[in-house]
Structure formats: C-alpha cells, structure tokens
C-alpha cells in the first residue's frame, strides 16, 4: 500500500487535510510535515530552516519545537548516517507514509488485505491501459474504506462498465450503489375486491 501512496501526492495531502486531527497532528505540524513530504520523498539530509519558513507565520524557534513533536509522534526520523566526509544528520519521512497507509488501509477493519488491495489497482490498471490518476486512486480509497465495498464487488462493478465501454469511476460508483441498495420489500397483494352489496364475503 505505502508504494502507491509513495508515487502518489495528491492523496497524501488529501488525505492529511481530512484526517490530520484523527492522525494525532495539530494545523502547524501539518504544514511542516507536508513541506518535509514534498522535499524529501524518502531519506536526504535536513533541510535549511529557511526552506521550511518560507510561505508560513511561524518562526525558526516554532519550526524546530514542531520538527522534535514529529520526531516524538513518529512521524519522522533523523538519525546519523556515515559519508566520505565523516557524518551528518539524515532526515526521513518513512515513518508518516507508514502512518498514513496503515490509517486508510481497510485491514484495520479486518476487511481487506494488502496483497487484495494492490492486486485490484492492478487488476483495473491493466484493463484500462494505463496508470490511476490521484483523483482515481483516491476514488478506489474511498470504497475500500470509507463505503467499505469488497474487492470482488469493486472488480465486478469495473469490469461491467468496462463490457459497455465505459472507463468513468464515476460510472462505477453508480453501479457500486445500485449493488449495495438495499432491496425495496415486496408490494403486498391487494384483495379482491368484494361487492358487498350483492352479498359477496370476503372470505369466498
């Protein structure tokens, strides 16, 4: 799961804007650690403090104070790494895409796994052609997570869009819906109708 969400911007940062609060984040350490994401896509050394000032209010003094709270929560690592020239301190975001996978991985609701979630990418990638947008990937996200549709239901509802040449998401949705709705009861069968006034018992 963290590889796509490693290759994948887009989501992150929706994803982070939606659920930063429930991922244990306050606003100014959300904007820091999006600012460490888009520069450092794995491991590089720290960054210039002025880098991270850029384009926000805090200061120098705030953005060290949120770097050690993210340090703390896990969400990134700086450690010591060995060079040609000696040492110096190495940051990596590893951690927060962990973080972020792990929270809209529908294994937290025992439902999926992984190996189901990254064969279905695939599955529709290669019979579309061509690689998920962000906006498509995220789409998929949501149906494993949040509406909380299977894999096979998913597959099964591309794959009938796909026999009517149709490639939409979108379309696919409405299909996913048409399949969950819940069916209507049956109507119940009216009575005859009894002319009573000449003599007719409902019971005939």
Same mark, same amino acid.
């Given at each position: 799961?963290?590889?796509?969400?490693?290759?994948?911007?887009?989501?992150?940062?929706?994803?982070?804007?939606?659920?930063?609060?429930?991922?244990?984040?306050?606003?100014?350490?959300?904007?820091?650690?999006?600012?460490?994401?888009?520069?450092?896509?794995?491991?590089?050394?720290?960054?210039?403090?002025?880098?991270?000032?850029?384009?926000?209010?805090?200061?120098?003094?705030?953005?060290?104070?949120?770097?050690?709270?993210?340090?703390?929560?896990?969400?990134?690592?700086?450690?010591?790494?060995?060079?040609?020239?000696?040492?110096?301190?190495?940051?990596?975001?590893?951690?927060?895409?962990?973080?972020?996978?792990?929270?809209?991985?529908?294994?937290?609701?025992?439902?999926?796994?992984?190996? /189901? +979630?990254?064969? $279905?990418?695939?599955?529709?990638?290669? @019979?579309?052609?061509?690689?998920?947008? =962000?906006? %498509?990937?995220? &789409?998929?996200?949501?149906?494993?997570?949040?509406?909380?549709?299977?894999?096979?239901?998913?597959?099964?509802?591309?794959?009938?869009?796909?026999?009517? /040449? +149709?490639?939409? $998401?979108?379309?696919?949705?409405?299909? @996913?819906?048409?399949?969950?709705?819940? =069916?209507? %009861?049956?109507? &119940?069968?009216?009575?005859?109708?009894?002319?009573?006034?000449?003599?007719?018992?409902?019971?005939?």
């Amino acid at each position: 799961m963290d590889k796509y969400i490693r290759n994948i911007t887009f989501p992150v940062n929706k994803i982070l804007f939606d659920h930063y609060s429930a991922l244990g984040l306050d606003e100014s350490e959300l904007i820091i650690l999006i600012k460490l994401m888009q520069h450092h896509s794995d491991t590089r050394p720290l960054p210039d403090i002025t880098q991270l000032i850029e384009g926000t209010t805090l200061s120098g003094k705030s953005i060290n104070m949120i770097i050690q709270q993210l340090i703390s929560k896990s969400f990134i690592e700086i450690y010591n790494e060995t060079t040609g020239d000696g040492h110096r301190e190495v940051l990596s975001v590893a951690p927060a895409y962990e973080k972020v996978a792990a929270f809209i991985s529908p294994d937290k609701n025992d439902v999926k796994d992984e190996h /189901q +979630i990254q064969e $279905l990418f695939s599955f529709v990638e290669n @019979l579309y052609g061509r690689a998920l947008s =962000p906006s %498509e990937f995220e &789409r998929m996200n949501s149906w494993l997570s949040d509406s909380n549709y299977s894999v096979d239901m998913i597959k099964e509802s591309v794959n009938l869009a796909y026999k009517n /040449q +149709i490639t939409s $998401l979108q379309y696919v949705e409405r299909i @996913l819906n048409n399949l969950n709705r819940t =069916p209507l %009861e049956p109507k &119940r069968e009216r009575p005859p109708v009894r002319n009573w006034l000449k003599g007719e018992s409902l019971d005939d």
